[in-house]
């Protein structure tokens, strides 16, 4: 039978077995010291537990990978861990080695996108830490691999807030930009970003089955979030869907948009510089038109939390970011109810 016994400000974990040594741990919760005595006794009674014990970092990766359907790019960013990390046993990585590794990802460059060549942001370093901390949750919760998460650790700061905004002219000069540039998909894709606040990833994922084209709803299917949603598309971006689908079909697959040459999904980065560049638009990303959808939305007093469902953010942040027009609704819904209040 397992002892737990409270020691100062944690609790300690006593297994004693006939024919095994013993063995103790310590824990900050007694939650977790439960759980890890009910599964060493388990793997005692089962005799699995020489087997647990020398699994490593990198085979917990490794089964995730068989269970998981996940993106290129997350699996990538999980293969760089398990080069760094992967060769730790499970029973002795502990939050000081998650540290040491992230460090080195601060020597790290970014690969594509307006940062090229440059090293990663804070940002990007914990979105890799959480993909970690996601890989470890499941094998706490699901495959009894871990009693505690060696991911939870505290966040780097962040400060990638931008407030770029184009202007009527410059939004003007783009436009027609893209009107002039070979690639006709290219105009529909900005098009859709203005209207729907959507990320260039999803849209790059969206097929025609994802789309209503009577009504302009959208149903994402996978997101940056791993979660589905519902957006809308209106306007000139819808009347180009619909003429864009009447002329192409399923041409690409089945995806809404492709090259003119065939190929698809759809890599819009070399395009979008060349038409900024031929506007003559200075410092504007194309993540920066999900910030005018939002800022656009806000402005005209649209539900703060509504617009989170739309475009998929999950945290405060967006509140947070946008708290000065957030303060506009606040205003409007408090004299709102003072106006209900007098009327009654």
């Not at 009894?144 to 060696?150: H, I, R």
């Not at 783009?174 to 290219?186: G, N």
């Not at 864009?244 to 395009?271: C, M, S, V």
């Not at 989170?308 to 946008?322: A, D, I, N």
């Amino acid at each position: 039978m397992a002892s737990i016994r409270k020691f100062r400000d944690k609790w300690r974990v006593e297994i004693r077995r006939q024919g095994h040594k013993s063995m103790s741990k310590m824990f900050i919760q007694k939650k977790a010291a439960e759980k890890w005595a009910r599964d060493t006794e388990v793997a005692l009674e089962s005799g699995d537990l020489h087997n647990l014990s020398n699994k490593k970092m990198g085979d917990m990766i490794d089964r995730y990978f068989e269970e998981a359907d996940i993106p290129k790019a997350e699996k990538t960013v999980l293969l760089w861990w398990k080069d760094t990390v992967g060769h730790l046993k499970l029973r002795v990585v502990r939050k000081s080695h998650i540290v040491t590794a992230r460090k080195k990802l601060h020597l790290l460059k970014a690969q594509s996108g307006p940062n090229i060549g440059q090293p990663i942001k804070n940002a990007t370093i914990n979105r890799r830490v959480a993909l970690l901390s996601r890989v470890c949750e499941l094998a706490i919760e699901e495959w009894d691999w871990l009693t505690d998460n060696p991911c939870h650790i505290k966040s780097l700061a962040e400060d990638n807030e931008r407030d770029r905004l184009l202007s009527s002219a410059e939004r003007k000069a783009l436009t027609q930009a893209l009107v002039d540039h070979d690639e006709p998909a290219l105009l529909g894709f900005v098009l859709v970003a203005e209207s729907t606040g959507m990320r260039a990833g999803e849209i790059r994922q969206l097929k025609w089955k994802d789309i209503d084209l009577a009504t302009g709803g959208i149903q994402l299917q996978k997101t940056k979030n791993g979660s589905k949603r519902a957006v809308a598309v209106a306007g000139t971006a819808l009347e180009w869907l619909r003429d864009w689908k009447q002329e192409n079909g399923l041409r690409f697959g089945g995806f809404i948009f492709g090259q003119r040459t065939g190929y698809y999904p759809f890599y819009y980065d070399k395009g979008f510089g060349q038409v900024k560049e031929a506007a003559g638009i200075k410092d504007f990303r194309f993540h920066d038109l999900r910030h005018g959808f939002v800022t656009a939305a806000l402005t005209a007093k649209k539900n703060p939390v509504m617009v989170s469902l739309v475009t998929g953010h999950k945290s405060t942040y967006m509140l947070k970011r946008y708290a000065h027009l957030v303060d506009d609704v606040a205003l409007d819904i408090a004299q709102a109810v003072e106006d209900s209040r007098e009327s009654n």
